[in-house]
């Protein structure tokens, strides 16, 4: 393999991995590998106040982690990449 395109794709999974390290990013993370959930269920779910939960998911909007879908008052978010929802599903397998 090509030595820079192998650091290219080290740091990109390097900046991936950031949100896997923080507790409650991984938990929203984990929620949204089934699928695109409401603003609200994660907020809930996660025990999180409103602002940490919209603080968490603009900043992995924002890095491309996630996508979100608005529908009238509502938004929806969804993981973005696939790769990310193969990685939580087989961390998933692994640890729990």
Do not use: W
């Not at 820079?4 to 929620?31: N, Y």
């Not at 409401?38 to 025990?47: C, L, M, P």
């Not at 996508?67 to 929802?85: G, Q």
């Amino acid at each position: 393999m090509d030595m820079r395109l192998m650091q290219r794709k080290c740091e990109a999974v390097a900046g991936l991995m950031k949100h896997f390290s923080h507790p409650q990013r991984l938990l929203i993370l984990c929620f949204l590998s089934d699928g695109e959930k409401s603003v609200s269920f994660i907020q809930e779910a996660a025990g999180l106040s409103q602002s940490q939960t919209s603080q968490f998911l603009r900043r992995m909007q924002a890095e491309g982690v996630l996508k979100v879908r608005r529908e009238k008052n509502f938004s929806f978010y969804s993981i973005e990449d696939e790769a990310v929802r193969k990685l939580l599903k087989s961390m998933h397998r692994i640890f729990c």
